[in-house]
């Protein structure tokens, strides 16, 4: 299975739309990310990342709720197994 992660730009780096990088923050773990799926991506998007790429850009409502499934996951992994 595979899962592209939000996170937030915080800054953006080079000028060239294929080498175009920025450092996108997940909660706080701050990231280098390739922009060139997304070169309309400014300082303050939201963006889904797989694989060290940005593939989409989302608004901060839709990545605070995959952020809020992903901590109902992790609270689903942390429950004692049934017998």
């Known amino acids: 299975m ?5 996170g937030k730009i915080l800054d953006i780096a080079g000028q060239d739309p294929v080498m175009k990088t920025g450092r996108v923050s997940f909660s706080g773990t701050v ?4 922009l060139a799926f997304v070169p309309e991506a400014v300082v303050g998007n939201y963006v889904l990342v797989h694989a060290g ?3 989409n850009i989302i608004d901060e409502e839709e990545a605070a709720k ?6 109902e996951i992790d ?5 004692p197994e049934n017998s």
């Open 53 to 55: 790429f940005a593939i």
């Open 31 to 34: 990231k280098e990310v390739n």
């Open 2 to 6: 595979c899962l592209a992660v939000p």
């Open 75 to 79: 609270d689903q992994e942390s429950l």
């Open 66 to 71: 995959v952020f809020e499934y992903l901590r």
